[in-house]
């Protein structure tokens, strides 16, 4: 399951979301054949995508996906937050969730995230650490969509 949602990931980025949400559901189907529950972190990250492709596949203008998916998001990474098994593999989970939300120019939820997560990296692994590096990277991109949508409304 978790090799076809990463192979699912790349349909999606190469901009198949059809194809990309049929892997994803019939992933999420055998998940739940084994047993597991709609609160399990691969069924949540399959949510979270499908939301992703059903906007894609809108053209952008799917208002439900669009809340469905910031919602799955934020509740992805707070899940994560409390199970925290590995600092690694919360900081990719944070920050992937973060760059979903930045993709469809959710900035505000994807600052939130990116500001919880900043200071748990940087004091692990410091300032030149890549992860803390690709925070601060996406941080930017939050400042600087937050920023750009001012100055329309301004207009």
């Not at 399951?1 to 980025?13: A, K």
């Not at 190469?14 to 055998?30: D, E, G, V």
């Not at 934020?74 to 969730?97: H, P, R, V, W």
């Not at 200071?119 to 925070?135: A, M, S, W």
Request: proline share 2%; net charge positive.
């Amino acid at each position: 399951s978790v090799y076809m949602t990463m192979g699912t990931i790349e349909l999606l980025q190469k901009r198949n979301p059809r194809k990309a949400m049929a892997n994803f559901m019939h992933s999420k189907n055998l998940m739940r054949e084994i047993g597991l529950s709609d609160d399990n972190h691969d069924m949540m990250i399959a949510d979270v995508n499908i939301a992703r492709a059903e906007i894609i596949l809108s053209g952008g203008f799917n208002k439900t996906s669009d809340k469905e998916f910031t919602r799955l998001s934020k509740k992805l990474y707070e899940q994560a937050k409390k199970e925290e098994e590995s600092l690694d593999m919360f900081c990719y989970l944070g920050i992937n969730t973060a760059r979903g939300l930045i993709d469809f120019a959710k900035f505000d939820e994807a600052k939130e995230i990116l500001l919880d997560l900043f200071p748990r990296c940087q004091q692990v692994y410091g300032e030149t650490h890549p992860l803390t590096k690709e925070i601060k990277n996406s941080l930017r991109k939050c400042y600087t969509g937050i920023v750009q949508i001012h100055r329309l409304a301004a207009c």
